[in-house]
């Protein structure tokens, strides 16, 4: 019961937030501002864990590869595959869900424990607007350009690691990244990747705007912003997986 | 003018504001009194529309507030300025960001017509060269006025001021009574202001609405206060004097 209350008031908020912003110069600069935050601000971490995310997946699957039957370039391209797939969207979303997630439910929590939605309301300004829009179209930009980013690290990531312990040569890796490329598999992570910056940003700015109380309580959106930001990212992975692979 | 009848609020089981009717004049510094946790600042949040109350009406010079669609509370909003118990300043914006907000939001000025209006209304707080300093660096008092500056940056028809002198020292208090009232009278505001403060009541208050557990227990000028016989009201009055 709980929880279609609380879905029905997360639908009613993002109807608040969707609206004409009040001044578009205004939210223009808001959307460099938080663009620079979520994107340019993520790119750091994004580029540490997917290089190394590519690097293992490929021992990983060197490692259980070893059978000396199949053809060395096939690890190529199976890193290839899961990466883009599930490891440069999924991962990336979690992690921002972490990062981000919490920026935002923690910024906007402060904001409403503090009166300053208050202050906007009486101003005649949406708040929700006016403090959600921008993180949420900003997120949606940038966070599936980090996915992007994301894949083609992993894989180069991936090349270095399988050159580095001798698991496969370059030029197999290369080979094997190059073998049956399916176009559609990026359509579908970039899916997903579009679909999960969506909930991360809409979901910790909900978590952020229902805060009542103090400090504390601000802490606790932020938590629960990244919980449930992961449950949903989760969730629409599977159902994504679902839709989009085995029609 | 704000006219208020018959409000009512419960929270959960409790009876906060039991059927208050009140009148708040243009031109007067209209002051809210009574003890903590009798329901001033749930009255103030219900007069600008922070809190919705069960019934009753409250009208701003003929526009009955709980009535109007989303649009018309809108334009209600802009004539309204307050000042906010903790300020409120918007803590990623520095001085005169604060400030120039509204008139950045509402208003086609210029970049430069900005600035002056802001310069302007920080002038008239008495504070200069702070411009460029964060809520976070400048102190309760410098922030009380930054939050005046920003009430009035659009020349409010009526101004809210939740306690704006709790937690001052006695000297900063009095500069901040005499902003207020210099600014009611200058631009023939109506001015509610909310306080435990009975100096500030004796200097500038002109119409006094006194609140008891959350009913109206009196009103009228200050200068009838001795003169009411209402218990509770002098119980009060007398506690604060020393
Ligand atoms: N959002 C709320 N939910 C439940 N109860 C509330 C809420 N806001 C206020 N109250 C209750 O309403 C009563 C009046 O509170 P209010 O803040 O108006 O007091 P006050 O007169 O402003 O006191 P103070 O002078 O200490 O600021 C209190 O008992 C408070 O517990
Ligand atoms: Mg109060």
Redesign the pocket.
Known sequence: MRFFQHFGEYLLFLKAVFTKPEKGKIFVKQIFIESNNIGVGSFAIISLISTFIGAVSTIQIGYQLVSGILPDYLIGRIVRDSNILEFAPTVTALVLAGKVGSNIASEIGTMKVTEQVDALEIMGINAANYTSLAKIVSGVITIPMLVLYAMMLSLIGGAISGWASGIISVESFVKGLRTDFMGYNVVFAMTKAYTFSFLITSVSAFQGFRT?GGALEVGESSTKAVVYSCMSIIFFDYIISQLMLFK | MIVIENVNKT??T?H?LKDISANLYKGKCNFII????????????CMVGL?TPETGSITFDGRDFLKLNYKEKINVRKDIGMLF?NTALFDSLNVEENVAFPLRMFTDFTEEQILDRVNFCLGRVNLVNLNKLFPSNISGGQKKRVGIARAIALNPKYLFC??PNSGLDPLTSRVIDELIKDITKEYNITTVI?T?DMKSLFVMGENIVF?HQ?AKWWEGEKEGIRSSGNKELLAFMEASEF
Not at chain 2, 34 to 42: I, L
């Open positions: 009542e | 929270f959960g409790k906060v009574g003890a903590s946790g009798g329901g001033k600042s749930v009255l103030m949040k809190v118990q939740d306690e909310n435990h609140i959350g």
